[in-house]
């Protein structure tokens, strides 16, 4: 990957569109076109602290070149369709083929490269004739581009779902979906030694109607039924993302139930055959890898909300176990229109590359849930988590404010409406500490959702965030121990793990950890620069400074280099990252740029800089009561005045 590529938004001049299902395919092409010379934007670039990225609409509409990768999954992709038509009505297009499905009709005006046998090379002929369009597109002369060929893997490990900030910001624990003809309790499973005997992982359900139109279903139907089972004290669900990806991976139930430290796992799949549901649910023993129990369940589509109840007190049965709360509001909605249009925007927030468009898309699909039921508390959750992705990234100084006043609102109702749901109060809780910096106010919903008790690793996560970020450090361990063991296959997890060790100054762990998230994911953002720092604080800035070189995100890679530069006697180094941190990032750097200051000996425009953030509504303000890198302001009154300001307790 070209440095440049990484520079900033105004050097990503290409728009990658292609279908979540596709990444494993897709990734290693967008390493070639990097390679070759040119920025790419795609949706991985949202790990990088999504407040200093432009929307991505606005990549989309500055993008001189779109390049759209057709597969049997995209052509029936909603928004591969909208980013395409972009590209097509500015003439951008620069259409691609995975395994040989043409162009959806309305795009076959311009000639697809086939990829099918594609070699990984980066000067192999399909590479060639991209190379050629592009550079008709930058109006440049199309070998002079090109950096030296060599061959990318076409094995790069997929990019898992992002919780980083925005995974901790969009996912939400919900409940609910399908329908049956009626209930069967199963035999009490084995004990299994070594696990506990009430640990499940509920698998993506498969959706064998053979019409993509219907994965909403069968993905709503499996997520729902984890996010209510999870809910439960007495059971221990694996998280949704390390399920999905050992599916990804065609993993087999053992070492399914070996790395998820589960004992039974729950798969299922999906038809709907006319106005019938029809679901088959499969309990496999994971020590042995053979099916427990199989369960068929059939009945009309409207009755889907009637399944979830019904598959949620089968596992409850199976596993002789009781959930006597009288305030679990298990069924979320007695609406069946509200529940289906609630499943709809829930498949774009966990599918799609989330852009502005998708994001609008799925909050108009809230809306809808909320015009059929105004007391669905999942669907205000829902509608506050995007309306905070909006906020987060966007450019627009009053659109920005608008978004977060209709988040912060969203999510006030979801409490409203559902005052025993932990999850809601989450939801509150970052919305109010991350968007509006309002720490003080944030700590009531933080603490209402611990009460209730929660077993989701998302809600979790969140919670060890704002407890390492006020000083409650053993307590973000413990909770984010629990969200580890839970979500043991998700970077984003142990990226907080990083953080909350990095907050407690135990940067032997935080190392670990952010190792831990490079192994599960070599691509990630952030970790590379985060181990800089770490070991740079220990003293090393040497081998700081080696990690912080192989960072990508220049947000996180220039205030590292300054400050090691710095440490390490280079001073005209140290200014040169500080200056063109300064050029790339402007004010979306100003928190950065008062670290350098702060640890580069000038405190007084250290503090003026942090000034200057507090006015943005910078969210790095959020590390500011455990940055290390702040250690020489801790003295200073104005200091202290601004971490009150913030609501950070004394």
């Known amino acids: 990957m070209t440095e440049n590529s990484n520079s900033g938004n105004s050097s990503r001049t290409v728009f990658f569109s292609y279908s979540r299902a596709d990444q494993e395919h897709a990734l290693p092409i967008i390493k070639a076109i990097e390679h070759n010379g040119y920025g790419v934007w795609w949706d991985g670039l949202l790990e990088v602290g999504t407040t200093f990225l432009d929307s991505t609409e606005q990549a989309l509409e500055s993008a001189e070149a779109v390049v759209v990768l057709w ?109 049956s003809l009626g209930f069967y309790a199963l035999p009490r499973l084995k004990k299994q030694p070594g696990r506990s005997e009430n640990s499940l992982a509920v698998l993506p359900f498969e959706n ?23 809910r439960n004290p007495a059971l221990k669900i694996a998280a949704r993302s390390s399920c999905q990806s050992l599916v990804e991976q065609a993993k087999g139930a053992k070492e399914i139930g070996e790395k ?29 890898g053979f099916s427990e129990n199989v369960q068929s369940f059939e009945h009309p589509a409207d009755k889907i909300l009637e399944i979830h109840d019904e598959i949620t007190q089968s596992v409850y049965e199976t596993l002789s176990l009781k959930f006597d709360d009288p305030n679990n509001d298990i069924q979320p909605t007695q609406s069946a229109a509200a529940f289906n249009e609630y499943l709809k925007a829930k498949e774009i927030i966990q599918t799609s590359t989330l852009s502005a468009l998708e994001v609008d898309r799925a909050i108009g699909f809230y809306d809808a849930a909320l015009a059929a039921d105004p007391n669905f508390g999942l669907a205000y959750e829902g509608k506050a988590q995007a309306l905070l992705w909006k906020t987060m990234t966007g450019s627009d100084v009053n659109k920005v404010r608008l978004n977060r006043g209709r988040a912060i609102e969203a999510a006030r109702r979801a409490t409203e409406v559902s005052p025993n749901r932990s999850s809601g109060y989450s939801t509150l809780g970052y919305i109010l500490f991350l968007a509006k910096l309002d720490i003080s106010g944030a700590a009531a919903p933080f603490e209402k959702a611990a009460q209730l008790g929660v077993g989701d690793a998302p809600t979790l996560a969140r919670h060890a965030v704002f407890l390492a970020a006020i000083g409650s450090g053993e307590k973000a361990r413990t909770v984010i121990e629990q969200a580890t063991n839970l979500d043991p296959l998700n970077p984003t997890i142990f990226e907080v793990a990083g953080f909350v060790h990095y907050a407690a100054r135990r940067y032997d762990e935080a190392i670990s950890a952010f190792e831990k998230v490079l192994s599960l994911n070599p691509g990630r953002f952030n970790a590379h620069a985060r181990i800089g720092s770490s070991k740079i604080l220990q003293g090393d800035v040497a081998a700081g400074m080696a990690a912080c070189e192989t960072e990508n995100n220049l947000m996180e890679k220039l205030p590292c280099q300054a400050i090691g530069y710095y440490r390490s006697g280079d001073k005209e180094s140290a200014e040169r990252a500080f200056d063109r941190l300064r050029t790339e990032f402007g004010d979306a750097g100003a928190y950065q740029q008062a670290q350098i200051y702060a640890a580069t000996d000038r405190p007084d425009k250290a503090m003026e800089t942090l000034t200057k953030a507090y006015d943005l509504g910078d969210s790095g303000l959020t590390l500011l009561n455990v940055d290390p890198f702040m250690q020489p302001l801790r003295d200073k009154q104005e200091f202290r005045e601004l971490l009150a300001k913030l609501g950070y307790p004394s």
């Open 208 to 230: 064998i109607t053979n019409d993509s139109a219907y994965d909403y279903i069968a993905n709503g139907l499996s997520t729902e039924i984890r996010s209510s089972l999870a």
């Open 260 to 288: 998820l430290g589960v004992a039974y796992i729950l798969e299922g799949s999906v038809n709907i055959i006319q106005d019938m549901a029809k679901v088959s649910v499969d309990f496999i023993n994971s020590q042995t």
């Open 71 to 179: 597969s049997k999954t995209s052509v029936n992709s909603h928004w591969v369709r909208d980013e395409a038509t972009s590209g097509r009505v500015r003439d951008r297009l620069v259409p691609l083929s995975l395994d040989g499905t043409d162009a959806p009709l309305g795009f076959r005006q311009v000639q697809i490269i086939n990829m099918e046998n594609w070699d990984g090379a980066t000067d192999a002929p399909q590479m060639l004739e991209i190379q050629k369009v592009l550079a008709q597109y930058h109006d440049a002369p199309s070998l002079e581009v090109m950096a030296a060929p060599t061959t990318i893997s076409l094995k790069t490990p997929k990019i898992s779902d992002k919780i980083t900030r925005r995974n901790m910001m969009i996912s939400s624990a919900g409940a609910a979906a399908v329908a």
